[in-house]
């Protein structure tokens, strides 16, 4: 068996130390040499040489975390690593997964395409915004889902007459998952957008009055569609509303958003780290540490991983 390794970029070392205590092992020594004009040079200061390499990067802005993990991509492939297995909790551009009007790029595709040049073997991340973009890459990749730690925890709560909801049309499919496992009704939000990050007409289908709310996203960008859809289900007699969502992105006036709104508590778990100067005290932070130090160990071990999914 080739000897494992873990590395990380800088934008997700805090998430990579968390993965390799879980898997009992030490994060590996890499430095970045970076230059005047902004240019930067990742580098391992150890042999990898018939290693099975895990480098662990979330791609959220800046995008030099995306082209760090490229660039570690190909160090390790030039380091003669036996297989190099990139571990990319959020996967961005993953809103740009089709031409949603003329004459635009589709990023999804055009980041698996960077990856598989780059040299990686196999991509491992969390809750796409769009299943489909497994489809863009010609390498396996492990599609994990945040449930493994939302589920536990919502149950935890034994929260009475608990509802379902998807914020938009697009996450009616992941609600009706949730709604379904938990045995709770589902409602859904239909929205308008005026343009990117900007929420025109909302309207609420389904009954929320005297419900205890619980909206599922895979992402937080500006918080306008989910603090919107909160303040409606509120103005509409639910009793609490609640959101779980996967990447806490949070943007512009994301932070102030949440925390002017209906919103009792925000569930989002460390695949990009919340901002330390920002008030975080509606958030409540599950680590997904366990999750994939656990699938690493599968797929390290050539097992099968489907078992670790609830739904």
Avoid at 274 to 288: A, M
Wanted: with cysteine; proline share 4%; net charge neutral.
């Amino acid at each position: 068996m080739h000897k494992i390794k873990f590395f990380t970029g800088r934008g997700s070392r805090y998430l990579a130390e968390k993965i390799a205590k879980a898997y009992g092992v030490e994060l590996g020594n890499s430095n970045v040499l970076e230059f005047s004009d902004g240019e930067f040079q990742p580098a391992y200061d150890e042999s990898i040489r018939g290693c099975t390499v895990f480098i662990i990067q979330s791609t959220f802005p800046p995008v030099d975390n995306l082209f760090e993990l490229l660039l570690m991509i190909d160090a390790a492939k030039r380091a003669s690593a036996h297989r190099v297995i990139a571990v990319i909790p959020y996967f961005g551009w993953a809103r740009q997964d089709r031409k949603d009007r003329p004459r635009v790029s589709i990023g999804a595709k055009m980041v698996a395409n960077l990856l598989k040049a780059a040299g990686v073997d196999r991509v491992m991340t969390m809750d796409l915004h769009a299943d489909q973009i497994q489809g863009f890459f010609d390498i396996p990749v492990d599609h994990l889902y945040a449930s493994g730690i939302f589920v536990p925890y919502i149950k935890s709560h034994r929260i009475e007459n608990l509802a379902i909801a998807a914020p938009d049309m697009g996450g009616a499919k992941r609600a009706n998952a949730y709604s379904t496992y938990l045995n709770a009704p589902m409602v859904v939000c239909h929205k308008q957008r005026e343009k990117a990050n900007v929420v025109g007409n909302m309207t609420l289908i389904g009954d929320v009055r005297d419900k205890n709310i619980i909206i599922l996203d895979d992402m937080i960008d500006t918080a306008g569609t989910i603090t919107k859809a909160a303040d409606l289900m509120m103005e509409r007699g639910a009793k609490s509303v609640r959101a779980a969502v996967t990447h806490p992105i949070l943007s512009g006036p994301a932070y102030e958003r949440i925390n002017a709104s209906a919103l009792c508590e925000v569930i989002v778990t460390d695949t990009i780290p919340l901002k330390p100067d920002k008030d975080t005290s509606k958030f409540t932070v599950l680590s997904v540490a366990d999750i994939f130090s656990d699938v690493i160990g599968r797929v390290y071990n050539y097992e099968e991983i489907s078992s670790r999914f609830i739904f």
